[in-house]
């Protein structure tokens, strides 16, 4: 007899695509007076929102708040339990009122409330792709809505996934772009995208600046000696981050490295276990690390190794230059990171045996007392100055955009 595939006992199954957004919105019924900004992100809680780009996205969200009356963010995957409020002082729960107000998405049984002067931000492929439809119901309740989104691009997402739909429907948010307008993080993701054709109806760009927290701790750690330790950014489950290449370097440095055995090595970003390379020698895994944490292997080690698969740089190059440490990394296409400092290292030919003769030069070149790698080591982070210059030009953009026709 077959079984019921609707039983109480059986496990339900859950097939489809988990980065998509059920289109769950309705006509605003209270006032919304101008315009209301809306971050559209994934997620906010602490475990997330600690990487760069979820702390890039709202840090751009805060610059711009100042342009409006009335904000919201809109978290497409988190339930109110995953969410910490204590985070967001003075913020409402209740997504459909209040001039700073949050919406949660995660239980997938909410609907977002549009009102005619919402403008929304988008961060991720897969809330670019629910602003075009929130775009496409505004425009049907309010004929004279705006036409046009913001959309910080901080990499290639298509490039997250293998040949897929989600391969597809990320570089679709590229596509037929009259509606987008661009906030690039470095130039160099600007110039990829502008190499590939990618066009859009306006374009800003922004370089990254040390992570608040990280330059106070660059600021007290000056001075520190360096010790025979070497970083290493470890994330196995992301495939940009070339995980199994750095072990494959790290196994041919130990077995070729006279004084291998007088350093440690520290593995942070994800944790992993603890990895054997031979002759005594073991990678040892921190996993993801708070800021002050990352901020002590930052000041004390020598040597950092992280890799990146992608037109964006990454921070954690970019960290190690700024705390004086050689960086080995990889150019990709049109980034080339050692051009930005001296002691950034771009390997090539990308091969264990390569990556491995650069971190035996760097670690020959270890002087006990030393508090940098190399003398007057140059900041690589835009240190002065405002981080989004641009947002007064973008805000007035996006509310001057014109419905088509």
């Known amino acids: 007899m077959a079984s019921n595939p609707m039983a109480s006992n059986t496990t339900e199954q859950r097939f489809g695509i988990q980065e998509l957004i059920p289109v769950r919105v309705e006509e605003c019924h209270y006032p919304v007076s101008g315009n209301r900004l809306n971050l559209v992100i994934p997620a906010l809680s602490a475990k997330w929102s600690s990487g760069g780009g ?32 204590g985070e967001w002082p003075g913020w409402s729960l209740d997504g459909d009122s209040g001039t700073r107000s949050i919406a949660l998405l995660g239980d997938r049984s909410t609907s977002l409330s549009v009102a005619a002067g919402d403008l929304f931000l988008a961060t991720f492929w897969s809330t670019a792709l629910y602003v075009r439809h929130i775009l496409a119901r505004q425009a049907q309740w309010y004929p004279n809505a705006p036409r046009r989104f913001a959309y910080l691009i901080q990499d290639f997402e298509p490039s997250f996934y293998a040949w897929s739909a989600e391969y597809v429907f990320a570089k679709q948010t590229y596509l037929n772009c009259d509606d987008v307008i661009a ?21 800003y760009v922004f370089e990254p600046m040390l992570n608040p927290r990280l330059r106070q701790k660059w600021a007290d750690a000056r001075g520190l000696e360096k010790e025979r330790l070497i970083l290493v950014y470890g994330r196995p489950s992301v495939s940009r981050n070339g995980f199994g290449l ?8 130990a077995d070729t490295f006279p004084g291998a055995i ?19 020698m073991t990678l040892q895994s921190r996993g993801k690390v708070t800021l002050d944490e990352y901020a002590q292997h930052l000041s004390r080690c020598w040597v950092g190794l992280s890799l990146m698969f992608s037109p964006h740089p990454s921070y954690p190059p970019l960290e190690l230059a700024e705390f004086g440490a050689w960086a080995i ?9 050692s051009a930005l400092a001296p002691n950034i290292i771009s390997v090539d030919p990308l091969t264990p045996e390569e990556i491995a003769a650069k971190l035996a030069w760097s670690c020959e070149q270890y002087r006990p007392a030393q508090t940098t790698v190399i003398a007057d080591c140059p900041g690589v982070f835009k240190s002065e100055g405002v981080e989004f210059p641009f947002a007064p030009a973008l805000v007035e953009s996006w509310r001057l955009a014109k419905p088509a026709g």
């Open 54 to 85: 979820p702390a890039t996205a709202i840090r751009l969200f805060k610059a711009l708040l100042e342009h409006f009356e009335h904000a919201r963010v809109v978290i497409t995957h988190e339930t109110q339990a995953q969410f910490d409020f």
């Open 183 to 203: 906030v690039f993080n470095t130039q160099f993701l600007s110039d990829y995208f502008r190499n590939g054709g990618h066009r859009f109806s306006g374009q």
């Open 246 to 253: 750095i072990v494959e370097a790290l196994r041919v440095w």
């Open 262 to 280: 007088e350093w440690t090595l520290v593995s942070a970003g994800e944790q992993h276990p603890d990895v054997y390379l031979g002759k005594g």
């Open 329 to 337: 990394t990889n150019a990709f296409e049109n980034k080339d990171l």
